[in-house]
């Protein structure tokens, strides 16, 4: 089974080689075609090469940052792509990004499928969502790249990075609740061994959750109550302020809007 791989961000390509798939690459810097071709993989030289190297209907991965540059490489290459192509992100775009994409597509007759991974190992899952033609299409290449039987279709356009962002949220949340956990343990007045309670709440390994403050608007917006959640990203907010290490968040390229069909 022959894939598109778009770009180099997190190294998708290799993951996909090592899963048994024929890998043609894109390359959206000249960076990124360095890196590749070092690793190993096949490059492609023009968007229209695809169409000979690539069986209708095709699918292009793209492993890309966030953001406006996202945006771009969409535009250029989808001007040449024949209706029927799928382009998947697995980026945990804002979904409400992802649904401008989505429609902006639809109407050249190119499906665009938002996919979100939850977990790791034998026990990741994988949800995509969109179009259910293009679900369709995608599914077999995606579920090349996990354990069996851990990818699904999810829903409309735009729910699995929806969820990626809520899952940011339950990260968070989680971090801090087990912060306050061992807090709690350490102001035990007994004793204990506090390597096992550290062991049992790893507040400190818990992964980076860069999309959990977009859930603070959009709860908002949607008319969502998250006290929970909403709390947590604002502690944690505070605690960076306090540190002197706040950093931007995940970037969003457009406002806050829906789609007429998912209103």
Avoid: N
Wanted: hydrophobic share 45%.
């Amino acid at each position: 089974m022959k894939l598109a791989i778009i770009g180099d961000a997190t190294g998708i390509a290799d993951r996909a080689a090592d899963a048994g798939l024929e890998v043609l690459c894109f390359a959206t810097s000249e960076g990124e075609g360095e890196a590749l071709e070092g690793r190993g993989h096949r490059l492609l030289e023009a968007w229209t090469d695809f169409s000979e190297a690539l069986e209708a209907p095709r699918i292009y991965l793209l492993d890309l940052p966030l953001g406006e540059r996202l945006d771009a490489v969409i535009d250029e290459g989808s001007a040449v792509m024949e209706p029927g192509d799928v382009l998947v992100d697995p980026g945990g775009s804002w979904w409400c990004d992802t649904l401008r994409r989505y429609r902006r597509l639809r109407h050249r007759a190119l499906y665009f499928v938002d996919v979100a991974l939850f977990g790791e190992g034998e026990a990741a899952l994988l949800l995509a969502s969109g179009d259910p033609s293009g679900v369709d299409i995608a599914l077999p290449a995606l579920r090349k790249l996990i354990a069996p039987g851990r990818a699904q279709a999810f829903g409309s356009a735009g729910a699995a990075h929806y969820a990626r962002m809520v899952g940011d949220g339950v990260a968070t949340a989680l971090a801090q609740a087990h912060s306050e956990a061992v807090q709690l343990m350490e102001a035990w007045p007994g004793e204990a061994d506090l390597e096992v309670v550290r062991s049992l709440w790893p507040f400190e390994d818990m992964p980076p959750a860069p999309r959990d403050s977009w859930l603070l608007d959009d709860a908002v917006r949607l008319e969502a109550a998250v006290p929970l959640l909403a709390q947590a990203v604002m502690l944690r907010l505070a605690e960076r302020l306090d540190a002197h290490s706040s950093e931007p968040p995940a970037p969003r390229v457009g406002g806050f809007g829906l789609p007429e069909d998912i209103r």
